[in-house]
């Protein structure tokens, strides 16, 4: 790893609140880049370098903050689940039936679509196949999803004593997996009037909405 210069210690060296929020700002600064690069071009070509002339900022900035091209990834990943699992919780939180939370589910996975976070999560997901630690934090982004869906199934099944047709966990589990595969076959290209993804994943939302009635 690069030694980065002196000048390059944005959050180290002294100056008080302004020298830490320049750092924390050139942070998310690159995490954007590196984001961008992955949804536009994918996992070989989001480079150090890359990411930091994306970000028009010196090489050394991002070896300062991220150390290596897996801790520049990893970093992406955790940021984006932490914002998208904060949106979850927020959503399955609310009053609502779950069968209108599944339908505002279907809408945010026409949202991720749409601003390419599907495409940077498989991104890593690909590069996991040859990265253990990049793996790992791909699983825990998953589980920390299905976890949220086993709890909203559990307070359904105590709250409005619906009979699921299977444990909350493993129902959990295979809502998750009706969710990734949509997402890997629409990000492969595969035409809605061919397999009719969102079509089925809003039709579910009908049935749950019997089951809570």
Known sequence: MATPDPADRETAAPGGDLRIARGRSTRAQLLAAAGDLLREEGYAATSMRAVADRADVRLSLVHY?????????????????????????????????????????????????????????????????????????WRATQRGWRELIEARLERLQAERGVELPMP??????????????????????????????????????????????
């Open 65 to 137: 903050h991220f150390g290596s091209k897996r801790g520049l990834l990893v970093a992406v990943l955790e940021d984006l689940t932490e914002r998208l699992l904060e949106r979850q919780q927020k959503m399955f939180s609310d009053d609502r039936p779950f069968a209108d939370q599944w339908r505002t589910a279907c809408d945010h996975l026409r949202e991720d679509i749409r601003s390419g976070y599907v495409r940077i999560l498989w991104e890593l997901w690909s590069a996991g196949l040859a990265d253990p630690e990049l793996a790992e934090r």
């Open 168 to 213: 909350p966990r493993p129902l959990a589990t295979l809502i998750g997996n009706l969710f990734e595969g949509a997402e890997t076959e629409i990000l492969a290209g595969v035409p809605e009037d061919e397999a009719p993804h969102l079509e089925a994943l809003e039709a579910c939302a009908a049935l749950i909405a019997r089951a809570e009635r």
